[in-house]
């Protein structure tokens, strides 16, 4: 199943209305919404048999007994053979919660363990997502609660040593993650204080309870002395809220042990959706009794599958499947409670690295560049491709302007030459307008429901702040604007148009200022800090970020089309004093580091040909170091690539790393986080 067959499935249930039932809405790829149908009153009154399939097909049936449903699904089903299921009860009919959707069944086949339909319970929140998890190796911390007193509460103890090392057999040591053990007692306070050590998965295993009269669940954690202390699930809610974004669990665990009840099952699905709710993206909990060898199968399933493709939902669909094969009777009781509508949590790059084109060693690539950026003497060049997860690619918009306006040629995805083709059909400002738009729009539909505003800014840059950077990116350390901001570096400068790495340094106390070159005579009345004083330098305080092609809310500024950038070649060539002569020196005496980009990019080749080209050859042979990171570069052009490069900088220390950026990005954290 590819990620890009696979369509979503919002089913989504509301509140019960007197004398209708339930509204229920489906909505196909975010876009196609069917005519809203009800399921009965009797639904939430719906109770298993005891025979899975024929449970859940009585189940289904029983949610699209309203022919408008049938209607609706039948056509879903036609459109999209593949689709990510996400079933989404509103808040106001949570009771819901407590069926056993998991056990759903179509023609036979149970949709929560079929690899064509991820399942999951689906929990919108006024949170942003800040991107699948990019780090390596991947880490659990493992808390297993067993007070000494369990007995007064009709509770048997735990075998602590057989279930950790029934969890270590299950999470093969050929997997790329670290497994620690918080060791007793489990108290809230010991576990805050091993999270902030900076955790990707919290898995639980231990008893709990739960309380129909006061709708909330309990953990059985334990006192300073390993006494049990009940703890409501709002203070666990409370202390993970309270994390730093770096510390915040992606996945949180609840495994109930062989001993459980009935009562431990209802206390860990009702802490699901108040975990999602504080944050935490995805959650897996036992809904019912479940056994020891089943709990162990489930878990070694998902974490291999998670581990490989990084998507939760299917990761859980995988597992389930695996509990079916091996005849398990419990294979409905876990459940998955995520707030990603991509189900992407792990990104299936975290364990994957680049690769040094050429002899080089790795080690040398990078001690050479962080020793640059450690003296304040590297220069971050940030390109297209480094756009992160709320903008879309420039080919994705090229794509779709080609079809929308009958592109006659076959590089649909070349921006530059389809935002050519709209200037000599629709005149100059027309594709500026519609880029500014196009972010503006896809940041929008990208966004929680909540975080959407209510009159449309003008420029992407009045949106982002409306937002907040930190709201808008989580604080996910590998946000690529995040980590180069985290450099202590004076200058940045980049081709792309929105103003992310200016928010990204202000999150981080610095007062940056953001600077456009003034390419064209039509921008030369735009203020300038260079003109206010002839001697002016940035400072790691109060950094420099020059927008070499433009800014969002210049629209004239806006170098899209393939005449925009032959005539910012040509003027910035002709005209010298164009970019400030501080740019130009400090591009001849610092290291530099492209991020972002492709050599087929025109902002790359730009930049070689109108930035470093004009650089004299005296001052060029001071270069030291060029790093340079370029994505789709295939063996045989190694060569070639080492060429072109050195063409422009002969004499310079030329390192070229080939990979994604979100790899580059991810390892650049982390080397710098080595040494520093």
Avoid at 167 to 184: C, E, G, H, I, Y
Avoid at 334 to 347: E, T
Avoid at 484 to 497: D, G, I, K, R, V
């Amino acid at each position: 199943m590819s990620k890009a067959a696979i369509s979503d499935l919002e089913i989504r249930i509301f509140q019960r209305l007197e004398g209708q039932g339930y509204p229920v809405e489906l909505t196909l790829a975010g876009q196609q919404e069917f005519p809203r149908g009800y399921a009965p009153d009797s639904l939430a009154e719906w109770r298993p048999g005891g025979d899975l399939q024929a449970d859940g097909q009585g189940l289904l049936d029983l949610l699209l007994s309203d022919e408008t449903l049938r209607r609706a699904w039948a056509e879903a089903r036609g459109r999209a053979p593949q689709r990510r299921l996400r079933l989404r009860i509103d808040p106001t009919a949570a009771k819901l919660h407590a069926l056993p959707w998991e056990v759903l069944h179509e023609d036979g086949v149970m949709l929560a363990a079929n690899a064509d339909t991820p399942f999951s319970r689906y929990l919108p929140i006024a949170l942003p997502w800040g991107g699948p998890v990019k780090e390596h190796p991947i880490r659990i911390l493992v808390a297993i609660a067993n007070p000494g007193d369990l007995d007064r509460y009709g509770l048997a103890s735990l075998d602590v040593a057989q279930e950790r090392q029934s969890l270590q057999t299950a999470l093969s040591p050929s997997l790329p993650l670290s497994l620690s053990f918080l060791a007793p007692p489990i108290t809230l306070e010991r576990l805050e204080e091993k999270l902030r050590e900076g955790y990707h998965i919290l898995h639980y295993l231990g008893h709990g309870s739960y309380s129909p009269r006061r709708q909330q669940a309990a953990l059985y954690l334990q006192d300073d002395a390993g006494h049990t202390h009940p703890m409501p699930d709002d203070e666990l809610a409370g202390m993970l809220a309270r994390l730093e974004a770096d510390a915040k669990p992606q996945l949180v665990f609840l495994a109930a042990c062989q001993s459980a009840t009935r009562a431990t099952g209802d206390a860990f699905r009702g802490l699901g959706p108040k975990l999602v709710s504080i944050g935490v993206p995805a959650m897996v909990a036992m809904q019912d009794f479940v056994t020891l060898e089943t709990a162990q199968k489930f878990s070694a399933t998902f974490y291999a599958q998670l581990l490989e493709h990084g998507q939760v939902d299917k990761a859980s669909n995988q597992a389930r499947s695996t509990l079916l094969t091996s005849g398990r009777p419990d294979a409905v009781v876990p459940v998955l409670f995520m707030r990603l509508k991509s189900g992407q949590l792990w990104s299936d790059e975290a364990n994957a690295r680049g690769e040094i084109l050429g002899a080089r060693n790795p080690r040398v690539f990078w001690s050479g560049l962080l020793s640059n950026i450690e003296a304040g003497e590297c220069i971050p060049i940030i390109g297209p491709r480094a756009h992160g997860n709320w903008l879309p690619a420039p080919a994705e918009v090229a794509h779709r302007w080609a079809v929308e306006h009958g592109y006659p040629f076959s590089d649909l995805d070349n921006l530059a030459r389809v935002a050519q083709y709209l200037v000599s059909t629709q005149g100059e400002g027309f594709p500026r307008r519609e880029w500014q738009n196009a972010l503006i729009a896809e940041l929008i539909a990208r966004l929680p429901e909540e975080l959407r505003p209510r009159l449309r800014p003008k420029t992407l840059a009045a949106l982002v702040e409306s937002i907040g950077w930190e709201t808008l990116t989580g604080g996910h350390p590998n946000e690529v604007h995040r980590v180069l901001a985290a450099l202590n570096l004076s200058l940045y400068l980049t081709t792309n148009h929105d103003n992310f790495m200016t928010l990204a340094l202000t999150a981080q106390g610095k007062q940056p200022v953001r600077e456009l070159c003034r390419w064209h005579m039509d921008m030369d009345a735009l203020p300038s800090r260079f003109d206010d004083a002839a001697d002016y330098h940035p400072t790691p305080e109060a950094p420099l970020v020059y927008h070499l092609l433009g800014a969002d809310d210049e629209a004239d500024s806006l170098v899209l089309a393939e005449d925009h950038y032959l005539d910012f070649l040509v003027r910035i060539s002709a005209e010298r004093g164009r970019i400030p002569d501080y740019i130009r020196g400090a591009l001849a005496s610092n290291a530099l580091m492209f991020v972002g980009f492709s050599l087929e990019d025109w902002e790359f080749r730009v930049i070689m040909r109108g930035l470093v080209a004009t650089i004299s050859q005296k001052l060029r042979s001071k270069l030291r170091h060029v790093a340079v990171q370029l994505e789709q570069v295939s063996e045989t052009q190694t060569e070639d690539v080492r060429a072109f490069l050195e063409d422009y900088f002969k004499g310079a220390d030329i390192n070229v790393y080939w990979g994604s950026t979100a790899q580059f990005i991810a390892e650049l954290r982390e080397q710098w986080a080595a040494r520093s």
